[in-house]
C-alpha cells in the first residue's frame, strides 16, 4: 500500500518569512495530493491539492509542487502569519478506483513574533 | 451548517462496553469516510462507503468494527467490546465521487469535527 513521509515534523520560522514541507510517497499510481491545516482539537481543513497532470498549483500566500518523477511534493507558505501556526499534513490518493487518502505524520508550524 | 457533522464529539466508556457514533456527511457528496487520529498521527484510513456500498475496509478494522450507511445518507460506526488502544479522535469525510450530483466531479475531502472516544 502507499506509504507517504513528512518532514521536518516540527518548524519554527519567525512572522513573514517563508516555510517550506516537504512530502514523499511510495505508490506511483497515486495522482492526487491535498494538503490540510488541523488546528488544536479542530477538524483538518483541506488548503490546497494538486492532481499529477500539474506540476505547481498557487493561491494567494499558499503554494504546492510536484515532481513525480521523485515522488515527491511540497507546501510553500510565504509572508508567514501566527495565524499560520498550526498542525499541516500532506496526503497522497488515487482518484479512482478509491480514493482513500494515506496521510504523512504532520508537520507542526510554528510562527513567532 | 451545511459542512460535516458528527455526534457525539465526546465519548467516554468503560472497556467492554459498545459504543456507535453518526456522521451526516455534506448533502449532495456521495462518497463517505471513516478515518481514526491518535495524538500526534496524521488520519488512518478505515473504511468507506460510495452511496450506501461499503467498497473498502482497511486491514485496522477488527471484527469489533462495522460501519453501515443504510440510506446512502448519513453512517454509523460500531465498536464493540471496547478496548483501551481504541482511544482516538475518529474522523468522517465526505466527497463527491462518480456519479454523484454536484458540479465538478471534485474528489475533495471534507472532514467533520470528530468524535473523541476516551476508554477507561
Known amino acids: 500500500g502507499e506509504n507517504v513521509e513528512q518532514h521536518p515534523s516540527t518548524l519554527s520560522v519567525q512572522e513573514g518569512d517563508s516555510a517550506v514541507i516537504k512530502c514523499t510517497y511510495s505508490d506511483s499510481a497515486s495522482n492526487y495530493f491535498p494538503w490540510y491545516k488541523q488546528e488544536l482539537g479542530k477538524r483538518p481543513q483541506l488548503i490546497i491539492d494538486i492532481r499529477s497532470n500539474v506540476g505547481e498549483k498557487k493561491d494567494q500566500r499558499i503554494a504546492v509542487t510536484l515532481n513525480k518523477t521523485a515522488k515527491h511534493f511540497s507546501l510553500h507558505i510565504t509572508e508567514t502569519q501566527p495565524e499560520d501556526s498550526a498542525v499541516y499534513f500532506c496526503?497522497?490518493?488515487?482518484?479512482?478506483?478509491?480514493?482513500?487518502?494515506?496521510f504523512g505524520t504532520g508537520t507542526r508550524l510554528q510562527v513567532t513574533l | 451548517d451545511t459542512g460535516v457533522s458528527q455526534d457525539p464529539r465526546h465519548k467516554i466508556t468503560k472497556r467492554g462496553q459498545n459504543v456507535t457514533f453518526r456522521c451526516d456527511p455534506i448533502?449532495?457528496?456521495?462518497?463517505l469516510y471513516w478515518y481514526r487520529q491518535t495524538l500526534g498521527q496524521g488520519p488512518e484510513f478505515l473504511t468507506y462507503?460510495?452511496?450506501?456500498?461499503?467498497?473498502?475496509k482497511s486491514r485496522l478494522l477488527s471484527d469489533r468494527f462495522s460501519a453501515e450507511r443504510p440510506k446512502g445518507s448519513f453512517s454509523t460506526l460500531e465498536i464493540q467490546r471496547t478496548e483501551q488502544g481504541d482511544s482516538a479522535m475518529y474522523l468522517c469525510a465526505s466527497s463527491l465521487g462518480p456519479g454523484g450530483r454536484g458540479s465538478g466531479g471534485t474528489y475533495e475531502q471534507y472532514f467533520g469535527p470528530g468524535t473523541r472516544l476516551t476508554v477507561t
Open positions: 496526503a497522497a490518493s488515487m482518484v479512482a478506483p478509491a480514493s482513500k487518502l494515506t
Open positions: 462507503f460510495q452511496n450506501e456500498a461499503q467498497l473498502e
Open positions: 448533502s449532495e457528496h456521495n462518497r
